[in-house]
Protein backbone atom coordinates (compact mmCIF):
# COMPACT_ATOMS: atom_id res chain seq x y z
CA UNK A 1 0.00 0.00 0.00
CA UNK A 2 1.14 3.88 -0.77
CA UNK A 3 0.12 7.16 -0.39
CA UNK A 4 0.29 9.61 -3.13
CA UNK A 5 -0.42 13.00 -3.56
CA UNK A 6 -0.98 15.35 -5.98
CA UNK A 7 0.42 18.43 -6.64
CA UNK A 8 0.75 19.00 -2.53
CA UNK A 9 0.82 22.81 -1.70
CA UNK A 10 1.64 22.58 2.20
CA UNK A 11 5.21 21.62 3.43
CA UNK A 12 3.88 20.62 6.88
CA UNK A 13 1.33 18.38 5.42
CA UNK A 14 3.75 16.47 3.11
CA UNK A 15 5.81 15.95 6.20
CA UNK A 16 3.02 15.10 8.71
CA UNK A 17 2.01 12.37 5.77
CA UNK A 18 5.34 11.21 5.75
CA UNK A 19 5.42 10.68 9.48
CA UNK A 20 2.28 8.69 9.29
CA UNK A 21 3.74 7.01 6.03
CA UNK A 22 6.52 5.87 8.66
CA UNK A 23 4.59 4.62 11.43
CA UNK A 24 2.16 2.47 9.51
CA UNK A 25 4.66 1.22 6.90
CA UNK A 26 3.84 2.75 3.60
CA UNK A 27 5.77 4.27 0.80
CA UNK A 28 4.57 7.85 -0.42
CA UNK A 29 4.77 8.93 -3.61
CA UNK A 30 4.94 12.77 -4.51
CA UNK A 31 3.61 14.20 -7.92
CA UNK A 32 4.97 17.17 -8.74
CA UNK A 33 4.99 20.21 -9.29
CA UNK A 34 4.31 21.32 -5.07
CA UNK A 35 3.79 24.18 -3.88
CA UNK A 36 6.96 24.84 -1.87
CA UNK A 37 10.43 23.59 -2.49
CA UNK A 38 11.50 20.11 -1.67
CA UNK A 39 14.37 21.50 1.05
CA UNK A 40 12.03 23.38 2.35
CA UNK A 41 12.43 23.28 6.72
CA UNK A 42 8.54 22.57 7.26
CA UNK A 43 8.96 19.49 5.38
CA UNK A 44 11.50 17.81 7.90
CA UNK A 45 9.80 19.91 10.88
CA UNK A 46 6.73 18.27 10.59
CA UNK A 47 8.15 14.71 9.31
CA UNK A 48 10.72 15.12 12.01
CA UNK A 49 13.54 11.80 11.96
CA UNK A 50 10.79 9.92 10.84
CA UNK A 51 11.81 11.02 7.43
CA UNK A 52 14.38 8.47 6.92
CA UNK A 53 12.11 6.07 7.95
CA UNK A 54 9.55 6.12 4.81
CA UNK A 55 10.38 5.25 1.14
CA UNK A 56 9.89 8.49 -0.68
CA UNK A 57 9.46 8.54 -4.72
CA UNK A 58 9.07 12.08 -6.72
CA UNK A 59 7.53 12.02 -9.60
CA UNK A 60 8.21 14.43 -12.36
CA UNK A 61 4.48 14.53 -13.32
CA UNK A 62 1.37 13.02 -13.64
CA UNK A 63 2.32 11.14 -16.35
CA UNK A 64 5.80 9.99 -14.87
CA UNK A 65 3.73 8.67 -11.72
CA UNK A 66 1.05 6.59 -13.46
CA UNK A 67 4.00 4.75 -15.62
CA UNK A 68 5.10 3.58 -11.87
CA UNK A 69 1.28 2.42 -10.58
CA UNK A 70 1.42 -0.96 -12.22
CA UNK A 71 -1.76 -2.90 -11.51
CA UNK A 72 -2.23 -1.29 -8.50
CA UNK A 73 -5.40 0.31 -8.03
CA UNK A 74 -6.16 4.01 -7.53
CA UNK A 75 -8.36 5.02 -4.95
CA UNK A 76 -8.88 8.70 -4.52
CA UNK A 77 -9.74 9.83 -1.39
CA UNK A 78 -12.39 12.77 -2.43
CA UNK A 79 -15.49 15.17 -0.46
CA UNK A 80 -16.55 14.56 -4.01
CA UNK A 81 -17.05 10.70 -3.79
CA UNK A 82 -20.38 9.36 -2.67
CA UNK A 83 -18.68 5.80 -0.98
CA UNK A 84 -18.08 5.88 2.49
CA UNK A 85 -14.29 5.39 3.31
CA UNK A 86 -16.04 2.48 5.68
CA UNK A 87 -18.15 0.68 3.39
CA UNK A 88 -15.14 0.47 0.62
CA UNK A 89 -13.27 -2.49 0.40
CA UNK A 90 -9.54 -1.70 0.30
CA UNK A 91 -6.82 -4.14 -1.14
CA UNK A 92 -3.59 -4.84 0.35
CA UNK A 93 -1.73 -3.27 -3.16
CA UNK A 94 -3.84 -0.09 -3.43
CA UNK A 95 -2.73 2.95 -3.86
CA UNK A 96 -4.23 5.91 -1.57
CA UNK A 97 -4.37 9.20 -3.49
CA UNK A 98 -5.15 12.56 -2.27
CA UNK A 99 -5.71 15.73 -4.05
CA UNK A 100 -4.09 19.66 -3.83
CA UNK A 101 -5.30 20.76 -0.40
CA UNK A 102 -6.89 23.85 -2.19
CA UNK A 103 -8.62 22.10 -5.00
CA UNK A 104 -8.34 18.61 -5.03
CA UNK A 105 -7.60 16.88 -8.02
CA UNK A 106 -8.62 18.09 -11.80
CA UNK A 107 -10.82 16.20 -14.28
CA UNK A 108 -8.43 13.96 -16.24
CA UNK A 109 -6.88 12.53 -12.52
CA UNK A 110 -9.99 11.94 -11.21
CA UNK A 111 -11.27 10.11 -14.27
CA UNK A 112 -7.97 7.86 -13.80
CA UNK A 113 -8.72 6.67 -10.36
CA UNK A 114 -10.40 3.21 -10.36
CA UNK A 115 -12.21 4.46 -7.32
CA UNK A 116 -13.41 6.56 -4.73
CA UNK A 117 -14.34 7.07 -1.25
CA UNK A 118 -15.13 9.71 1.07
CA UNK A 119 -14.35 10.75 4.86
CA UNK A 120 -17.69 11.02 6.33
CA UNK A 121 -17.86 13.94 8.46
CA UNK A 122 -20.77 16.62 9.35
CA UNK A 123 -22.51 18.68 7.21
CA UNK A 124 -21.60 21.77 8.60
CA UNK A 125 -17.99 21.26 7.63
CA UNK A 126 -15.67 21.12 4.38
CA UNK A 127 -13.00 18.33 5.03
CA UNK A 128 -10.32 17.29 7.41
CA UNK A 129 -6.85 18.43 6.66
CA UNK A 130 -4.69 16.65 4.16
CA UNK A 131 -2.55 14.91 6.59
CA UNK A 132 -5.60 13.96 8.52
CA UNK A 133 -7.28 12.64 6.14
CA UNK A 134 -4.74 10.47 4.98
CA UNK A 135 -3.72 8.92 8.52
CA UNK A 136 -7.51 8.21 8.85
CA UNK A 137 -7.77 6.24 5.42
CA UNK A 138 -4.36 4.76 5.41
CA UNK A 139 -5.50 3.41 9.05
CA UNK A 140 -8.83 2.03 7.47
CA UNK A 141 -7.30 0.71 4.56
CA UNK A 142 -4.30 -1.30 6.58
CA UNK A 143 -7.03 -2.46 9.44
CA UNK A 144 -9.44 -3.80 6.57
CA UNK A 145 -6.54 -5.74 4.91
CA UNK A 146 -4.89 -6.81 7.96
CA UNK A 147 -1.54 -5.40 7.24
CA UNK A 148 -1.13 -3.01 9.78
CA UNK A 149 2.58 -3.33 11.39
CA UNK A 150 3.45 -5.85 13.83
Not at 62 to 75: C, K, N, P, Y
Not at 86 to 101: K, S, T, V
Not at 123 to 135: C, G, P, Q, W, Y
Request: charged content about 25%; glycine content about 8%; overall charge neutral.
Amino acid sequence: MRIALYCPEIAGNVGAVMRTAACFGVGVDLIEPMGFAWEDKRVRRAAMDYIDAVEVRRHAGWISFLETVGDARLVLGSTKARASLYDFAFRPDDILLFGQESSGVPTHVRARADAAYRIPIRAEVRSFNLAISAAIATSEALRQTGEFPA
